[in-house]
């Protein structure tokens, strides 16, 4: 059976933010507010050191699509909202939410209100406030020189004004008040034999998507080749490599911050028994 998954080269990645743009335009995403992100890719930054001996890494992050998700577990409605298909893919009805936003309290990857100070992000976003307010403003930046995003929104006629229309029968191209929203793998493209925008945007090719158990696929070839790292929480901290967290479905190869990082968590591991 299908088991997509993502590998993500980070040696490739660079941290432009593409991947991020096409994912905004692909799927229709809010910006953020003050909690929530509405960022389906997003990033953690990771500083280690004091200038001038430092590292700096940028991590990509998305839903995990675990192969064993408490967001799924704890989903209260039946059917559930929050369900998992056959393909591995974790997929969000958007119809059957009531936006209880229990699954964002279980995934650990997730928080109902993003604290940025620790570089945290969320990979589920609740929509909580009127979605696309922005573009339903008419305030001006600048008055005289600079448009609303009403005035944006009403000379496209569409909202958002970057609307990209797609069918599904999970979810909407804009998601409604009250309910949460995640990365879902674009499977509205996966459907007409696409790879998802944010593979297909990245100039690097850092980003690596197919079915690992398909042992002639692109990432399971990675897989068997690199030491693959999965991550544990939203602080871009790492699983153990005997750790098997819910079987996220997002992989890392090549971090070139590991072994810097890995002394640090043995070090804080040390201390702590002392
Ligand atoms: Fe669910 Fe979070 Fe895992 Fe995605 S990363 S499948 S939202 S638990
Ligand atoms: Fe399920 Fe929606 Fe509640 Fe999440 S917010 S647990 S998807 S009903």
Not at 108 to 129: C, K, L, Q
Not at 228 to 237: I, P, V
Request: with cysteine; hydrophobic share 30%; proline share 7%.
């Amino acid at each position: 059976m299908t088991q997509y998954c993502m590998v993500i080269d980070l040696q490739k990645c660079v941290g432009c933010g593409i991947c991020a743009i096409a994912c905004k335009t692909e799927n229709n995403t809010q910006d953020r507010t003050l909690e929530q992100s509405f960022n389906w890719a997003d990033f953690v930054f990771v500083e280690k050191g004091k200038f001038p001996d430092m590292q700096y890494a940028i991590y990509p992050v998305l839903c995990n699509h675990c192969s064993n998700p408490p967001c799924v577990v704890v989903c209260p409605v039946y059917p559930k909202s929050m369900y998992k298909m056959e393909n591995g893919i974790t997929m969000h009805n958007e119809e059957r939410c009531i936006g209880c936003q229990s699954c964002q309290d279980a995934c650990p990857y997730s928080e109902r209100a993003i604290d940025r100070a620790f570089h945290g992000y969320s990979v589920i976003s609740f929509n909580d406030t009127e979605p696309n307010a922005f573009y339903k403003d008419d305030t001006k930046l600048l008055p005289g020189i600079t448009s609303s995003g009403k005035e944006v929104s009403e000379a496209a006629g569409e909202l958002p004004p970057h609307k990209t229309l797609f069918e599904h029968p999970d979810y909407n191209p804009v998601r409604e008040f009250g309910t949460v929203e995640k990365c879902n793998f674009c499977h509205h493209r996966l459907k007409e034999n696409k790879i998802p925008t944010c593979v297909e945007a990245c100039p690097a090719d850092a980003r690596i998507f197919g079915d690992r158990h398909d042992p002639e696929s692109d990432v399971s070839h990675l897989l068997i080749t690199h030491e693959a790292r999965r991550m544990r929480n939203n602080r871009a901290d790492f699983l153990a490599p005997d750790q098997r967290g819910h079987l996220p479905n997002v992989f890392y190869i090549n971090d070139y911050m590991l072994p810097e990082r890995i002394k640090e968590e043995d070090d804080n591991f040390r201390k702590n028994r002392t």
